[in-house]
Nanobody, 119 residues
């Protein structure tokens, strides 16, 4: 069973920073990519950033220059450093994983962590 456990969400003032973490039970050999999506009330889930096992990154235009995605393959973790947050970043942030190898080639999701930018 694939597990994705997010942490690090919370309440922050505009201009502040947060760091999200996600740990998975899946071996790196079965992961094509990991990343983060987000969903605000009344909106569809949207890409924030992804990173492949080889380290290739992809960012939404709205977060480029503010957010940094990274991975620790030894710990099977992915991180999202979010800087200069604004109210439009308020959303539930979901960790995701794209399976490969022994894992079915599909997207797996965590339960999400709330990020609220207010103040």
């Amino acid at each position: 069973q694939v597990q994705l456990l997010e942490s690090g969400g919370g309440l922050v003032q505009p201009g502040g920073s947060l760091r999200l973490s996600c740990q998975t039970s899946v071996s790196t050999f079965s992961i094509a990519a990991m990343g983060w999506y987000r969903q605000s009330p009344g909106k569809e889930r949207e890409l924030v950033a992804t990173i492949t096992t080889g380290g290739r990154t992809n960012y939404a235009d709205s977060v480029k220059g503010r957010f940094i995605i990274s991975r620790d393959n030894a710990l099977n973790m992915v991180f999202l450093q979010m800087n200069n947050l604004n109210r439009e970043d308020t959303a539930v942030y979901y960790c995701m994983l794209e399976g490969t190898g022994y894992l079915d080639p599909q997207t797996y999701w965590g339960r999400g962590t709330q990020v609220t930018v207010s103040g």
